[in-house]
């Protein structure tokens, strides 16, 4: 059971380039999100999906789109990266039926130059 | 933003000892979580106490939850080495199974 995969583990952008974050998940959860991790700033939440087709936005979603095709998928895509968007960035799921923890993929660590 | 705060920042201690960080958060909740996060790696759930509860026990780990202060602890007794690790308190404030971090508290455990 391999849980959340994230992918790539490491990125190096030039700012203006877009790219693609990918996340799957193999749990069946209708819960997926995407958060960023800043020095000093904890996990902050840019966008969650409750199903297939559902998304919407949360504390930090400019600069990031989203889409959620299929119930194991939900890429992070930016348009046109920014040093500001250097960060490391986290998957997580959970099912949303009752109060359940969330599991969490290794990160996705993205340099924007 | 709805980030919590953890404090402290940073605690260092011995092998054997015990370990308390706190956590304080600004909106009514329905449940908190706590969450380790290993150097370089992912989050891991450690354990959930809802609102209704004042107190739980899983293994080494111990929370207390005070709704009417809008804080937390985790006490880690007999703390070892592989204890070492960022410590994370999230509550489900936004709904949606939406969880707000706090900004965690790193501890380093000397063997």
């Given at each position: 059971?391999?849980?959340?995969?994230?992918?790539?583990?490491?990125?190096?952008?030039?700012?203006?380039?877009?790219?693609?974050?990918?996340?799957?998940?193999?749990?069946?959860?209708?819960?997926?999100?995407?958060?960023?991790?800043?020095?000093?700033?904890?996990?902050?939440?840019?966008?969650y999906s409750v199903g297939a087709g559902i998304t919407d936005q949360g504390e930090?979603?400019?600069?990031?789109?989203?889409?959620?095709?299929?119930?194991?998928?939900?890429?992070?895509?930016?348009?046109?990266?920014?040093?500001?968007?250097?960060?490391?960035?986290?998957?997580?799921?959970?099912?949303?039926?009752?109060?359940?923890?969330?599991?969490?993929?290794?990160?996705?660590?993205?340099?924007?130059? | 933003?709805?980030?919590?705060?953890?404090?402290?920042?940073?605690?260092?201690?011995?092998?054997?000892?015990?370990?308390?960080?706190?956590?304080?958060?600004?909106?009514?909740?329905?449940?908190?979580?706590?969450?380790?996060?290993?150097?370089?790696?992912?989050?891991?759930?450690?354990?959930?106490?809802?609102?209704?509860?004042?107190?739980?026990?899983?293994?080494?780990?111990?929370?207390?939850?005070?709704?009417?202060?809008?804080?937390?602890?985790?006490?880690?007794?007999?703390?070892?080495?592989?204890?070492?690790?960022?410590?994370?308190?999230?509550?489900?404030?936004?709904?949606?199974?939406?969880?707000?971090?706090?900004?965690?508290?790193?501890?380093?455990?000397?063997?």
């Amino acid at each position: 059971n391999a849980g959340v995969t994230q992918t790539p583990k490491f990125q190096v952008l030039k700012t203006g380039q877009s790219m693609t974050l990918q996340c799957a998940q193999d749990m069946n959860h209708e819960y997926m999100s995407w958060y960023r991790q800043d020095p000093g700033m904890g996990l902050r939440l840019i966008h969650y999906s409750v199903g297939a087709g559902i998304t919407d936005q949360g504390e930090v979603p400019n600069g990031y789109n989203v889409s959620r095709s299929t119930t194991e998928d939900f890429p992070l895509r930016l348009l046109s990266a920014a040093p500001s968007q250097t960060s490391v960035y986290f998957c997580a799921s959970s099912s949303h039926s009752g109060v359940t923890e969330a599991f969490f993929g290794q990160g996705t660590r993205l340099t924007v130059v | 933003s709805q980030q919590g705060e953890e404090d402290p920042q940073a605690l260092s201690i011995q092998e054997g000892e015990n370990a308390t960080m706190n956590c304080s958060y600004k909106t009514s909740i329905n449940n908190l979580q706590w969450y380790r996060q290993n150097s370089g790696r992912g989050l891991v759930h450690l354990i959930l106490i809802r609102s209704n509860e004042r107190e739980k026990h899983s293994g080494r780990l111990r929370v207390t939850l005070d709704t009417s202060k809008k804080s937390s602890s985790l006490l880690i007794t007999a703390s070892r080495a592989a204890d070492t690790a960022s410590y994370f308190c999230a509550t489900d404030a936004g709904g949606a199974n939406n969880l707000f971090f706090g900004t965690g508290t790193r501890l380093t455990v000397i063997p």
